[in-house]
């Protein structure tokens, strides 16, 4: 007699085959919440997600846009090259002030050839930005021939105005700030009215080097995505090679024993050290023993390499363990080497892992603040760096570095500056990661 056959004991009901007890019907009570925690989970995590990326394309997506002055100029020879040479180190010595001047009288007369009223120049003059002065300086002394001719000039506008055209300024505001008055605004309107002021895109963000606190319309990213590519170029060259090689080492050839555990041990560690401390860590070794220059990419590729290689080391023999051990025992079998078995079957079956880890391992690099301002990558650098090699030892910044010093500055416009600059750093970890993709499918072998 079986236990389903056998009389039930005295006292107890009789247990159906078909209908659940008691505690079957809690154990699944049990499993649906569980179902239900995981689902919560989930619609919590994508909604956080979604209004984190809804508020930077909010606040950056305006930053792609700048307003824009456009009206001739007359560009006199006589306050510009007065020896009429044309000769560029002559003309070289007018400055950004007598510009500001031709640039100034240009733009009241054109507005009063508009028709439009100007109660001050002063204030007609502040609508445009102090940058503008020495743009038109670089291209006037690029083609000296301009002299004596009217042009046709794209002047930034203030950042004020710019601000006013986007909604971030309002009259109440500009009551209350002395960069601007509610004058200047009422002007903005005219102007746009007329077609003088307008907005456009602002590629020169991409490309142009950043500003300072005084002209947040003229800051640029040029600078700190060439220093990231730099580092990242960098990274990648010593981070990669080394950690895959210390990972073959140590799974396929290092003996077990103590010295493997301790160095094993102090790999994981390292994993979850601050970034910080790799940072204090450069600025000791690299800066203040090796001697090498601040704020270039070198250090901040050194720092980042000592930083993303625990991470790869970690990843890469996670996959090589993930290859079947009968993938070595068939290379043995036939007569391959141990080297051979390792580099012409186990690598290349756990290559899409191993490209994963380095590319999630350099995502996790390009991101990092902290140790960057520690070795000097927060420093005002308005300078393009050279082509390499000679580019990785100049002076740059990065792009995490750029939004962490205008989130800094007091102007409401680097804010906006700052979320545009999240935007650039997100589709660069997005181009990684599609790479990473492609990268993986293109080594994906089945076995």
């Known amino acids: 007699m079986t236990d389903v056959t056998a009389a039930p004991a005295a006292g107890r009901p009789r247990a159906s085959l078909t209908a659940p007890d008691a505690r079957l019907q809690a154990r699944r009570r049990a499993e649906t919440r569980f179902r239900l925690y995981g689902v919560a989970a989930i619609v919590v995590s994508l909604a956080v997600l979604a209004v984190m990326l809804v508020t930077i394309l909010v606040d950056g997506v305006s930053g792609f846009r700048q307003a824009y002055v456009t009206f001739p100029v007359a560009l006199s020879a006589d306050q510009l090259d007065e020896s009429g040479n044309r000769d560029r180190a002559e003309m070289a010595k007018v400055t950004t002030i007598g510009y500001a001047r031709v640039l100034d009288a240009a733009f009241v007369a054109h507005l ?34 301009l002299v004596g001719t009217t042009v046709e000039v794209r002047a930034l506008a203030g950042g004020r105005v710019d601000g006013y055209l986007k909604g971030r300024v309002t009259r109440e505001t500009a009551e209350r700030d002395g960069n601007v008055s509610p004058a200047q605004l009422d002007l903005a309107d005219q102007l746009r009215a007329a077609g ?20 947040p319309e003229a ?27 210390a990972s073959i080492y140590l799974e396929e050839f290092a003996p077990k024993n103590r010295l493997t555990d301790f160095i094993e041990v102090n790999i994981a560690n390292l994993a979850a050290v601050p970034s910080i401390v790799f940072g204090i860590l450069g600025l000791a070794i690299f800066i203040n023993v090796a001697g090498l220059p601040q704020s270039s990419p070198l250090v901040g590729a050194l720092v980042l390499t000592l930083m993303t290689l625990p991470t790869i080391i970690i990843a890469t023999r996670a996959a090589l363990r993930a290859v079947p051990p009968s993938i070595r025992d068939a290379a043995l079998g036939l007569g391959a080497s141990r080297m051979q078995a390792v580099f012409h079957h186990v690598l290349p079956l756990a290559m899409p892992g191993v490209l994963t880890g380095t590319i999630l391992g350099l995502a996790t690099a390009l991101g990092e603040t902290a140790p960057l301002l520690l070795i000097g ?62 990268l993986r499918r293109r080594f994906e072998r089945r076995w």
């Not at 930005?129 to 006037?140: F, T, W």
């Not at 910044?397 to 650039?424: G, H, K, M």
């Open 112 to 145: 009063r050839a508009s028709g439009i009223e100007v109660a001050s120049e002063d204030e007609a003059a502040g609508m445009i930005s102090r940058e503008a002065p020495a743009q038109l300086r670089d291209r006037v002394l690029a083609d000296p021939s």
């Open 196 to 215: 003088i002021l307008s907005t456009g895109w602002n590629g020169a963000f991409l490309t142009e080097p950043d500003a300072s606190d005084q002209r």
């Open 219 to 245: 800051a640029g990213l040029g600078v700190a995505i060439i220093g990231s590519a730099y580092m990242m170029l960098l990274t990648a060259l010593m981070a990669l090679p080394i950690g895959v090689a």
């Open 377 to 438: 990558m927060v420093a005002f650098v308005d300078n393009y760096p050279s082509a390499p090699p000679e580019g990785f030892l100049d002076p740059a910044t990065a792009l995490p570095v750029q939004v962490y010093s205008w989130a800094s500055r007091a102007d409401p416009a680097f804010v906006e500056r700052s979320a545009a600059a999240i935007i650039v750093l997100l589709l660069f970890l997005l181009v990684m990661n599609i790479v990473a993709i492609l």
